[in-house]
């Protein structure tokens, strides 16, 4: 079993409507969890990220994380044709050193 | 500021050759580490510098992978002899003393073994 589930997607949505991503993790010792973006031929770029259970909000990005039930969630609202990327959840330990990355899951915001 | 840095973009080379990757991290970061995607896969973690020791390198596939970080700056992971299943995107990332939370990816080195 992979420590982090992502679906794969694709998720299309047309601009203007909130995205809405999501992953599930195995283990417990996971404390620190992220979202990166990656557009196409480029390396992940860290969006957000959150410690243990709570909501954290940037801008037009929303992260979620709920330890009870191991699920971690982004929101993109008014999402925008930029926002068209691949978006991965990762997870560390607390003094961890490796990321956990789930597959990621490819969005498109349709013009 | 510039970013993790890494050389080169590309690299097509033949089963049994060897490639050397290079990877500059963020000006500062004491962290660095390297990672991989395979075709169809997430990306894993392969090691750990913290300067220039390596803290973990519980990731690496095999012995063929060897990676350096002299002085502490710059890191290099060379690939000897090359195989097949090599082939992916090669990943650096660098933190701060601090903050292994927060790890700043490069480019990547997409490398393909034929």
């Known amino acids: 079993q992979k420590e982090v589930e992502q679906d794969p997607g694709p998720l299309s949505v047309p601009e203007g409507a909130i995205v809405s991503l999501n992953c599930t993790y195995s283990n417990s010792a996971f404390q620190y969890f992220m979202w990166y973006r990656q557009y196409s031929r480029k390396g992940p770029e860290l969006l957000m990220y959150t410690y243990s259970s709570g909501n954290k909000e940037d801008g037009r990005f929303t992260a979620?994380?709920?330890k009870s039930s191991k699920y971690i969630s982004l929101?993109?609202?008014?999402?925008?044709?930029?926002?068209?990327?691949?978006?991965?959840?990762?997870?560390?330990?607390?003094?961890?050193?490796?990321?956990?990355?789930?597959?990621?899951?490819?969005?498109?915001?349709?013009? | 500021e510039a970013g993790v840095t890494q050389f080169p973009s590309h690299s097509v080379i033949e089963k049994g050759q060897t490639v050397t990757l290079r990877c500059d991290p963020i000006s500062g970061h004491d962290n660095l580490?390297?990672?991989?995607?395979?075709?169809?896969?997430?990306?894993?973690?392969?090691?750990?510098?913290?300067?220039e020791s390596k803290q973990d390198e519980s990731g690496m596939p095999n012995n063929r992978f060897l990676a350096e970080r002299t002085g502490?700056?710059?890191?290099?992971?060379?690939?000897?002899?090359?195989?097949?299943?090599?082939?992916?995107?090669?990943?650096?990332?660098?933190?701060?003393?601090?903050?292994?939370?927060?790890?700043?990816?490069?480019?990547?080195?997409?490398?393909?073994?034929?």
């Open chain 1, 75 to 111: 929101f993109i609202r008014d999402s925008q044709p930029s926002d068209s990327a691949t978006y991965l959840c990762a997870a560390i330990k607390a003094a961890g050193n490796k990321l956990t990355f789930g597959g990621g899951t490819r969005v498109l915001v349709k013009p």
């Open chain 2, 33 to 51: 580490y390297w990672y991989r995607r395979v075709m169809g896969k997430e990306i894993k973690f392969l090691l750990h510098f913290v300067k």
């Open chain 1, 64 to 66: 979620q994380v709920d």
């Open chain 2, 72 to 114: 502490g700056t710059y890191s290099t992971l060379k690939v000897q002899p090359a195989e097949l299943e090599d082939s992916g995107v090669y990943f650096c990332a660098s933190s701060g003393e601090a903050t292994q939370e927060t790890q700043y990816f490069g480019p990547g080195t997409r490398l393909l073994v034929l």
